[in-house]
């Protein structure tokens, strides 16, 4: 398919175990950007990227959170001792152009985290 | 700082009415505002935007946004609902950090 996807779709943790979120953006996209949706909110930013650079990463909550694109396509979110707030689920998007308004970006199905 | 709100929590409306989904924008300087849609268990999808020009913005599926500065308010428009407009509605503007915010979303229910 043409559009992002995302791997897991449904991933469940135990508190304090880590996890690793996958996204695949749609094929040459340079941007790649990561959200975060609690349950009836809209999505807040994590992180961003522009090809392998991590150019923007205000949005990680703390330094559990990490993120790579080490090659510049498929990106990583990575959780470690991941906690119950961490319940939610993680967007990955991205965008053929480095980060401006005039460009949308598209969306993955996302990740749901559930943190027991 | 950029915030937007979404002022209707559940937005309720019958097939074939018009509808309107409410959003107000606060910003410094020219806003870029975006509509995105999102249905269940599937992520969210691009309606429209905003960044210059006319007031009023067409975007899929027949909706429709108007700027109005004075107001400072981008409402998402269609003229005749359909039952499978029923989903999730998110208003957002780009901020100058180069991110997108986005409101707390309107859940818009279109009952036959």
């Known amino acids: 398919g043409a559009g992002v996807s995302q791997s897991p779709r449904y991933k469940v943790a135990k508190r304090g175990q880590d996890v690793a979120l996958r996204c695949d953006p749609i094929?040459?996209?340079?941007?790649l950007f990561w959200y975060q949706q609690a349950l009836g909110q809209g999505p807040e930013f994590l992180t961003y990227?522009?090809?392998?650079?991590?150019?923007?990463k205000s949005g990680l909550p703390s330094d559990r959170f990490f993120a790579e694109r080490p090659e510049g396509s498929v990106s990583t979110l990575k959780i470690q001792r991941t906690q119950q707030e961490d319940s939610a689920v993680y967007l990955c998007?991205?965008?053929?152009?480095?980060?401006?308004?005039?460009?949308?970006?598209?969306f993955g199905p996302g990740t749901r985290l559930t943190v027991l | 700082a950029q915030s937007v709100a979404q002022p209707e929590d559940q937005v309720n409306v019958a097939e074939g009415n018009p509808l309107t989904v409410k959003c107000t924008y606060s910003?410094?300087?020219?806003?870029?505002l975006f509509w995105y849609v999102q249905y269940p268990n599937r992520g969210l999808q691009f309606l429209l935007k905003?960044?210059?020009?006319?007031?009023l913005v067409k975007g899929s599926y027949g909706f429709e946004a108007e700027f109005n500065k004075s107001q400072t308010s981008f409402h998402l428009k269609k003229p005749s609902a359909l039952v499978s407009d029923s989903a999730l509605y998110f208003c957002?503007?780009?901020?100058?950090?180069?991110?997108?915010?986005f409101g707390q979303g309107t859940e818009l229910s279109v009952k036959p």
């Open positions: 998007a991205s965008s053929s152009k480095p980060r401006v308004p005039s460009h949308e970006q598209f």
């Open positions: 094929s040459g996209h340079v941007s």
């Open positions: 990227f522009q090809n392998e650079a991590q150019l923007d």
């Open positions: 910003v410094s300087g020219n806003p870029y």
């Open positions: 905003y960044i210059t020009g006319d007031n």
């Open positions: 957002a503007v780009w901020n100058q950090g180069g991110k997108l915010i």
